[in-house]
């Protein structure tokens, strides 16, 4: 099939139910990308800030770009000025950097707060006790242009479904607790994402309304090894 079968299909399985969806390009080449735009698709995400860069300035101005790949805080300004979602806020360091670009950039952006559940040490995140101590600290309540939207969450690459419903099972209710303890009168707190190519179908009846896919409208990536070259 083609990309733009791809998401003409994903569209159908996600628009019933009001789930909205991400198309993750990363490595991919704009000409794969304005393909899916051709078909409609406006809601890409990059996990690189030079990618999230390079293929805003060559695409579509009216595409949300959202970064879904760590953030170091001094790559914040480059993106700060145009990005739509940063959806891997994992630190309250990260939060005051962006916080800081965005007031030079004159906007509020929206933030997902990354939340670990996964059983792997490679995966950056919050722990739920340091998401909340960070929604109680006295810092983030002084962040003038930033809007938590709600949270993101990667599972386990297993073979395992029962692990991965158990893990978006229990980010589901982490996510209803944090939206019931902090941001009850706050209708904008409203995204739960998680769900990728393997496991959308999962993460869908575990409650995200929210899917990232990547290799399901793009086709597979090329691995890269990060050894000694
Ligand atoms: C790459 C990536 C995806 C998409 O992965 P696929 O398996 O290709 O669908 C989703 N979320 C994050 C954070 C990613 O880095």
Request: proline share 1%.
């Amino acid at each position: 099939m083609s990309i733009a079968d791809n998401i003409k299909s994903l569209k159908k399985e996600t628009e019933a139910s009001k789930v909205l969806l991400l198309a993750v390009s990363k490595t991919k080449p704009a000409a794969d990308l304005q393909e899916a735009y051709d078909a409609g698709q406006r809601l890409f995400g990059e996990n690189t800030v030079q990618e999230l860069v390079e293929k805003h300035e060559q695409l579509p101005k009216d595409i949300e770009w959202h970064l879904i790949g760590h953030l170091q805080s001094n790559k914040v300004k480059y993106i700060a000025p145009f990005v739509s979602m940063i959806q891997s806020v994992d630190s309250i360091k990260l939060l005051q950097e962006i916080n800081k670009h965005a007031e030079k950039a004159n906007r509020v952006i929206d933030c997902l707060l990354q939340i670990y559940i996964a059983d792997e040490e490679t995966k950056f995140g919050l722990g739920f006790d340091e998401a909340i101590e960070l929604l109680r600290s006295d810092e983030f309540a002084t962040f003038q242009h930033i809007r938590i939207r709600g949270l993101m969450g990667i599972a386990t690459n297993t073979d395992s479904e029962k692990q991965i419903k158990d893990e978006y099972y229990e980010l589901k209710t982490f996510f209803d607790g944090i939206k019931q303890s902090y941001f009850r009168k706050v209708d904008s707190f409203n995204i739960l994402s998680m769900g990728m190519s393997n496991d959308y179908k999962l993460a869908i009846e575990q409650g995200s309304n929210m899917i990232r896919v990547g290799s399901t409208i793009f086709g597979g990536r090329v691995v890269k090894h990060w050894k000694n070259n």
